[in-house]
């Protein structure tokens, strides 16, 4: 059973930091791209970043260029979303995906498993 958990999301003021983690199970971890999306209330889920299976190659939505960060730890089988100078836009339940392929893709149907979701509110 394929299991995607993201833990880190909460409350945290325009300026500060969070840093979400995704621990998956039940998957070859190493053989995924993960990446992570985001949905605010109304809105169409959107790519954020996602990191090829090394962890050498990374992409960004423009939006968060610069002030998020993401990485992976294989030997732990999770992903990381640093995230700084965070803005009230940023607010949005953000999940974790695992993409079977070797390239980087920023559409969301493309990846195969998801996390439930962990909540990020930035109050301004």
């Known amino acids: 059973q394929v299991q995607l958990v993201e833990s880190g999301g909460g409350l945290v003021q325009a300026g500060g930091s969070l840093r979400l983690s995704c621990a998956a199970s039940?998957?070859?971890?190493?053989?995924?791209?993960m990446g992570w999306f985001r949905q605010a209330p109304g809105k169409e889920r959107e790519f954020v970043a996602a990191?090829?299976?090394?962890?050498?190659?990374?992409y960004y939505t423009d939006s968060v260029k610069d002030r998020f960060t993401i990485s992976r730890d294989n030997a732990k089988n999770t992903v990381y979303l640093q995230m700084n100078s965070l803005k009230p836009e940023d607010t949005a339940v953000y999940y974790c995906?695992?993409?079977?392929?070797?390239?980087?893709?920023?559409?969301?149907?493309?990846?195969?498993?998801w996390g439930q979701g962990t909540q990020v509110t930035v109050s301004s």
């Open positions: 995906a695992a993409d079977r392929t070797t390239m980087i893709r920023t559409t969301a149907r493309n990846y195969d498993y």
């Open positions: 990191v090829r299976q090394s962890g050498s190659s990374t």
């Open positions: 039940g998957i070859f971890f190493s053989n995924y791209v």
